[in-house]
Nanobody, 125 residues
Framework: QVQLVESGGGLVQAGDSLRLSCTAF???????MAWFRQVSGKERECVAV????????YYGDSVKGRFTISRDNVKRMVFLQMNSLKPEDTAVYYC???????????????????WGQGTQVTVSS
């Protein structure tokens, strides 16, 4: 069983930075991990994905060059460094773990079985 707990969300101004953290309980060291975000009434959007060993990453077009995903398998944590935040980055951010071990990078919601409760990020203009 895997449990994920996000932290680090908050209210910031446009141009500010924020770092989200995800603490994992259970076996996640061999799983692809990802951050998604969702605005009320819209579909969940893939923000960033990182391979089990951290060697590969994927970013959604809207965050490329501004966000960085990383992980520390010893501490069982995944991070999302968000720079140059924009009002359109406002959303609930979710940490997720792939259903398979040693799987490929994947941005599809359907392939992630484990989700945190979400953390709100609000960017004011």
């Amino acid at each position: 069983q895997v449990q994920l707990v996000e932290s680090g969300g908050g209210l910031v101004q446009a141009g500010d930075s924020l770092r989200l953290s995800c603490t994992a309980f259970g076996r996640t060291a061999s799983r692809t991990m990802a951050w998604f975000r969702q605005v009320s009434g819209k579909e969940r959007e893939c923000v960033a994905v990182i391979s089990w060993d951290g060697a590969e990453t994927y970013y959604g077009d809207s965050v490329k060059g501004r966000f960085t995903i990383s992980r520390d398998n010893v501490k069982r944590m995944v991070f999302l460094q968000m720079n140059s935040l924009k009002p359109e980055d406002t959303a609930v951010y979710y940490c997720s773990a792939d259903r398979e071990s040693f799987g490929p990078l994947d941005s599809s919601v359907a392939n992630y079985d484990y989700w945190g409760q979400g953390t709100q990020v609000t960017v004011s203009s």
